[in-house]
Each structure stands twice: as C-alpha cells, then as structure tokens.
C-alpha cells in the first residue's frame, strides 16, 4: 500500500486531535509537525499539540525549517494555523495543502471571530469547511462541508468545543477521499451565489461599545456573542463606573433546554419515561437503567411524600418533597460528574433515611437518619450489584468519602447547596437563575467550590435559609407537630410504636388525626395553627411556662474559593447572625404538668429495628 507523506500545520488541541487521527491509519505518515516561525513569542503551541508530537514521534519544525528541507511533501493539513501561508510554503506541496476552516465557506471568511458574526445576525445554522489553500484569504476550492444548528441563548465561549468536534468530525470521515484525492473542489464563487465576507477582530470589536438606548434583548445578544473572554466584556458608552450585572441579565435570558432538545423532555418523576426535565436548574436528565429502577423502588418513591422541609412544609412556600430535592441533586451531578454513576446513584438515595415530616421527628424518636439511610441501602445491595455498583461505594459516597464524594467534611455540600438553592427560589428570593449559580461552582474533593462573587451570593441564600428555619412559624409548626407525636406515642404505648420508617407525611397525620389524645389538636395546627403562640425565650422562663423548642443544627458550612480556602468561618458566620434558636411555645394540649415533664428530659421513644 502506498503511504501519502503528510505534514500537519498547526497549534491547536484541534490540531494535536486531527494528529492523533493521522497516525492510526495505515494509508500515509505524518512526517512533520509545523509551527509558525515565532511561535514560541506570539503564537503559543498547545502543551497537549507538543506532548501528542512527542508521544508519536513527529518532529516539530518552523516555517523556515519546512522550506529548507530537501524534497518535497504530498499533502500538507492546517489546523488552527494561525498566519496566512504564503507560496513558498504551498510550494512545498506537491498534490495539496488542504485547511479546516472554522466556519462555513464562502460566507465567512477570517478569523474564528466569525463565529460571533453569524451569532449576532441571529443565523440558525453555522459550519466547518475543508478547502484548498491559494494566495487569498480562506478564498480557495472548497472540498467538503459540514454544517449543524446553533442553539438559542447560548454564548459564543461555549459554542467553541462544539465547533471543535464537528471540525474535527469533518477531518475524520473525510480523510479516506483527501488522501486519495478524490474530492472534487468547487469554486466560492459557484456555492451560495458567491457571498462572501472576511471578518476581523476589528469588525467586532466597536460593538463592544454599548450605546443607549438599547433594548435588553440587544444587550443579552452582544453579551452572548461577543464575551469570549472578561476582556470582551461589552461596555456603556458614557456611563464611566457603572457596571452592567452581566450574571444577572444572563440569567434572564439564558435558558438551557437540554443539548438535544428545543422543548422540556418529560416531567415524570418515576422514571418510565427514561428521561426528566428538573425545574428549578432546568437540566435534561437522561435517566439511566439503574435510576429508572431506583425511582420505582417504595424506598425512593415514598421520599415524594415526605416534605424536605418537615412541618414547616404546612405553614410555608417549602411544600416540596424530599424526591424534588433529590432528583435536583441528580441533576447537578449529572452536569458536574456525568460519568460518576455512583455519585449518581448516592444522589438519588441520600435521603432514604427520612421519617416522615424529615428532621421534624429526629430528636423525639432519637434517630440518625444518615444511619437509618445506610440501613436502607445495604439492603438495595443486590439491585445496585446488578447494574455493576457496589453498595459499599454508594454509602462511601453518601458519607462524604472517596473519589465519588458528595460532600466533604466541614465545608458546603452539593446536597446542601442544592438545599438553598431550592429554598429560596420557591421564597422567590434568587438573584439569578439557578442554572447560571450552577455554571459558577465545581465539585473539588466532594466539596463545592466557586469565585468570590458567588460565594458572596451564597452567603446571602445561606443568611436566608438561617432566618427561614428561625422563623416563629416554622418553629411553631415543628414544635407542636414534635409535641403531638409525643403524646400519641405516650397514648398508644402499650399498643407499641407504629413503623415510622415506612410512613409518609399522609400516614403520620392521619395516625395523629385518629388518635383520640391528639385528634382536635392535630386538625387545629392543620387549619388553625393560631391556636398556639410563639416568642422567642428559653428554660430560663421556668420548665412549666410553655414547650421549649431548640434549634439544634445549622448548616452554614462554606464553599471553597477557587478550590482553596474557606470562603467564610462559621464560628465568625454564626456570631454575626442575630436569628434565635430557642422558642418558648403556649396553646392546646401544653399544660404546666405536660410542659415541665417534656422540657426536663429527653423524650426518645427509639424507632422499631425492622423499620431501620
């Protein structure tokens, strides 16, 4: 078999894949790598061009080295080569030298600065080009192109690895016919009627320049198309020192509906569908075999009736369930670690441990419901065993631990930080769409970590959450919800405790409405939660004035910033915080006697081992 003698120009990581391409065949051999002659000064190569050289053994040589080597190369392939060839190096060419144009022939021309053009016309479809190189500027024969949708609200800085795949797409399924030579080249001037255009950065960069008036609309398009890096941020003209809330108005503009698709896929929380559109980050999920089954298992299915936010659910905007919150977490993970089923898996099951009304009943039945969800898992070892994951990673993962970790220690959690998130977009109180918070944080070590400015803003979500949970309301409504399970327990002791490990919020309040000792009271913090008064006070005021209700854990762990230190101190965090964690409650059922016997010692009535 004849071996085509090839040179590569190039770089670019484009060019070190295009390299890699080259050298599985069989039909030619990359003889040399070419770099522009000052490419250690202006044109910087890609490390990972240089390694893959290295790794393959291609000598990387300049501009003067090719035109001063003896003999002559077949075909010659640039490849993010960054200066106009002049003849002397397409001389050096005895059947071709071909370039991958970023972007669709004959209408752009120049830079990959087109790319912000055809975004700022608000074209639908843009493209990559194989053509031949002549004296001009990207004006010669094309050979082959390829061309793909540009999907809505999305910034010029994302569009560029897509643009880079389909590039390299092209390259791959078009080599057999440009090593053969078979491809017929077409003049510009016959394609598209010959439009033409060759754009500069110069083109550009004017419209940087914001001029008022301007609609909004306008604003999010040049934001989007023209911010390829913090330098290209547009600016007002005439307006010195004041600052556009780019975050802020992406947010109102940027919405993502999944890679593939232009509508929401299925809203279905059980999975049967395979796929599931989650409102609050407004991510596509393509469930996988093991979540489809996991969703339909009682253990995951009854967490989507039990409120994340426990009694304070009936007195607040935070009536959603422990599923919506975990089928977010999964939707983070799956932006974050796609690939990390495990991490997946312990997103979905993280809290199987939960009572009914979640941490509502925690204190009173003395149960840890990190513990009782292990339980739970550890017997969903077979199913998980069956899709190839070991229950013991899942749990690992669970704990904060290992290389799936989903939280880490003393620092903000991706569950928690859904957890606020989620808070304060139903309170109505984000400052910017969840999915743009989302592209603002990573995953270092299980912990969460993001910039300053968005530490900043989850100090404010975590301020908000602490102020939620100090709310006389959601006091009042796990205090007296905590009280009547006391006393139906206290009632019904000789009958044994119900299995509140498989109980739902309905299950529990209706066990609480048929209890005679708890049956008036129960329907009263139901539909008349006035019954009972609330002030913030502790046992100071004596055991017997009224149920004393304690704020034991908070959760104002920080985020990592950059990956590095603490973004705050919590001991410093909680010191600043002015929001009272003791309560002194009054009303039905909470006599002196009742008041001084609950408030003087723990009342833990244990949970039943099989429902562990």
Sequence with gaps: MMRRRVAVLGVTELTAR???????????????????????????????????????????????????????????????????????????????????????????????????MAMLRRERHFGVTLHQIDAGIDTGPVLRKRTFPLPDHTDVSDMVPLLVDEARALFETSLDELLQDTLEPIAQGEIDGGVSELVCRADLDHLLDIRVPITVDELALRRRALTWSSADRPRLIGADGIEIDWRSLRGRFQRRMGPD???????????????????????????????????????????????????????????????????????????????????????????????????????????????????????????????????????????????????????????????????????????EDPLDTLRHIDLVGGAVSCDSETAEYLRVLVRQELQRQSHPHNARANAIAGMLVTVALEESASEGSPDFGQMIDLDLWAWLGSTPATSLATRDLLVSPEHWSIHAGDESEGFDRGLIHKISTRYVNPPLLAGGPRAWQVDEFLAQSSHPCEFVVQGPLITQERARAMNSRPTVFGLREEAR
């Design 261 to 431: 698709a232009a509508e929401p896929l299925s809203a279905s929380v059980v999975g049967e569908s395979g796929a599931y559109f989650e409102p609050v980050w407004r991510v596509n999920l393509a469930f996988t075999p093991l979540e489809q089954e996991l969703l339909l298992h009682q253990s995951v299915r009854r967490l989507a009736y039990v409120a994340h936010a426990g009694a304070a659910s009936i007195l607040s905007p935070q009536s959603y369930s422990r599923l919506d919150h975990s089928l977010g977490l999964l939707a983070l993970v799956s932006e974050l670690r796609p690939d990390d089923q495990v991490m997946r898996a312990a997103a979905l099951l993280h809290d199987v441990g939960h009572l009914p009304l979640s941490h509502t009943l925690e204190p009173i039945l003395g149960v840890d419901h990190h513990e009782n969800g292990a339980a739970v898992v550890r017997r969903m070892g077979p199913l998980l065993d069956r899709h190839g994951i070991r229950v013991e990673e899942v749990l690992e993962s669970m704990r904060g631990e290992g290389p799936s970790a989903l939280g880490s220690g003393d620092v903000m959690s991706l569950d928690h930080f859904e957890s606020y998130v989620r808070s304060a977009f139903v309170h109505g109180t984000t400052r």
């Design 18 to 116: 295009c390299l890699e391409i080259l050298a599985t065949r069989d039909d030619c051999i990359v003889e040399t790598l070419v770099v522009p002659d000052n490419a250690t000064t202006r044109w910087g190569v890609s490390p990972l061009l240089l390694d893959t050289a290295a790794d393959l053994e291609v000598p990387v040589i300049s501009e003067s080295d090719l035109m001063s080597l003896e003999g002559t190369r077949e075909l010659g392939f640039a490849i993010g080569y960054p200066t106009l060839l002049g003849p002397e190096v397409i001389s050096c060419f005895t059947r071709n030298i071909v370039n991958l144009h970023l972007a669709p022939l004959p209408r752009y021309r120049g830079s990959l600065k087109t790319l912000s």
